[in-house]
Nanobody
Framework: VQLQACGGGLVQAGGSLRLSCAAS????????MGWFRQAPGKEREFVAA????????YYADSVKGRFTISRDNAKNTVHLQMNSLKPEDTAVYYC?????????????????WGQGTEVTVSS
């Protein structure tokens, strides 16, 4: 499966962005999908994840109440709506997929990764 993330950009603090991750070559309707991010000089960290059905969602404490993950299995896409953005949200955001039952917050469990989309939040 190939994952293509898009939607990043430059936004002022308090603003919003919507990231999208489109899958190709294979349906991801049975996959757990996750979003991770990596800020300059820092390790990659978990942001959000969603189960194959969309029935379960998981969020990092730092984004709870501000970010929402969703999926459209008919379109083979996953979205991350990011509201009330803060400068500390600045990072490259990656989407990832895994077709096994795993700990969704652990990036080591994911098998497929997109190329990343850059988000910059100015103060």
């Amino acid at each position: 499966v190939q994952l293509q993330a898009c939607g990043g950009g430059l936004v002022q603090a308090g603003g919003s962005l919507r990231l999208s991750c489109a899958a190709s070559r294979r349906t991801v309707s049975s996959a757990t999908m996750g979003w991770f991010r990596q800020a300059p000089g820092k390790e990659r960290e978990f942001v959000a994840a969603i189960s194959w059905s969309g029935g379960s969602t998981y969020y990092a404490d730092s984004v709870k109440g501000r970010f929402t993950i969703s999926r459209d299995n008919a379109k083979n896409t996953v979205h991350l709506q990011m509201n009330s953005l803060k400068p500390e949200d600045t990072a490259v955001y990656y989407c990832a997929a895994v077709f096994r039952a795993v700990e969704a917050t652990d990036d080591r469990q994911y098998d497929y990764w997109g190329q990343g989309t850059e988000v910059t939040v100015s103060s």
